[in-house]
């Protein structure tokens, strides 16, 4: 079983700038993906940022040029830094990680942090 866990997170006013840090502990051959996802009050959980890898990215529109995803695959860790915040980045943040279990059969696994407020205030 893989864990994830999150740190980070806090409250910001417009503008400001906050970094989210997660970590993947348990047995993992290899984790192929990693990513941060957000879901603010009554609305669906949404993707933000992922990094493959080999380090490809993707983002969502919304915040393409303000945040940046990387990643330590020496270290099994993923890292987001989000600036320029508004008030519609609000949200609760869950780290995401898939890849293949360390232990036989070596299933593949999708495992989710317990997630991390961000709060953004005008």
């Known amino acids: 079983q893989v864990q994830l866990v999150e740190s980070g997170g806090g409250s910001v006013q417009t503008g400001g700038s906050l970094r989210l840090s997660c970590a993947a502990s348990g047995s993992m051959r290899r984790i192929n993906l990693m990513g941060w996802y957000r879901q603010a009050p009554g609305k669906q959980r949404e993707l933000v940022a992922t990094i493959t890898v080999g380090g490809s990215t993707n983002y969502a529109d919304s915040v393409k040029g303000r945040f940046t995803i990387s990643r330590d695959n020496a270290k099994n860790t993923v890292e987001l830094r989000m600036n320029s915040l508004k008030p519609e980045d609000t949200a609760v943040y869950y780290c995401?990680?898939?890849?293949?279990?360390?232990?036989?059969?070596?299933?593949?696994?999708?495992?989710w942090g317990q997630g991390t407020q961000v709060t953004v205030s005008s």
């Open positions: 995401n990680a898939e890849g293949i279990s360390g232990t036989y059969p070596y299933p593949y696994f999708r495992s």
